[in-house]
Every structure is written in structure tokens, then in C-alpha cells.
């Protein structure tokens, strides 16, 4: 293999891990979001919502009440 060769078959790799690390966060960021049937929609919370949150949390009481909270880092 010639050393230009190499250096084209080095490029044509990085090319294709770039494409499908684009694809990839595209599809992550776009792509739809569903939940099953029945289940209410995800909900986003910030300070705007925490009040009707709290209130919704705390209709059920005498329930099993689960509070998950998720974080990127």
C-alpha cells in the first residue's frame, strides 16, 4: 500500500465516523419522542411548573409515588 493510498483510506475513515457521529446527534436531538399509550407526556420541569407539580405529586398520597430525577452529567 502506498503511503497516499494509506493517507486516502485515513481520510475516507474519518469522513464515514463523522457522518454517522452527525447522524447520530441529528437523530437524538430530532427524532420524535413517544410514549405509550395511556402514559401522559414527559414533562420538562422548571420553576414555572414545580407548583402544579407539587400539587399533582401530592394528590397521590396513600399511593406509591416514585420521583426519578435524571441528569446528564
Do not use: Y
Request: proline fraction near 8%.
Amino acid at each position: 500500500m502506498t503511503p497516499r493510498t494509506a493517507l486516502k483510506s485515513i481520510l475516507v475513515f474519518l469522513a464515514v465516523i463523522v457522518v454517522i457521529t452527525v447522524a447520530a446527534f441529528a437523530w437524538l436531538k430530532l427524532a420524535p419522542r413517544r410514549v405509550p399509550m395511556g402514559q401522559p407526556l414527559l414533562a420538562t420541569l422548571h420553576a414555572g411548573s414545580l407548583p402544579a407539580f407539587r400539587d399533582a405529586f401530592n394528590a397521590g398520597e396513600g399511593e406509591i409515588r416514585v420521583l426519578a430525577l435524571l441528569s446528564p452529567t
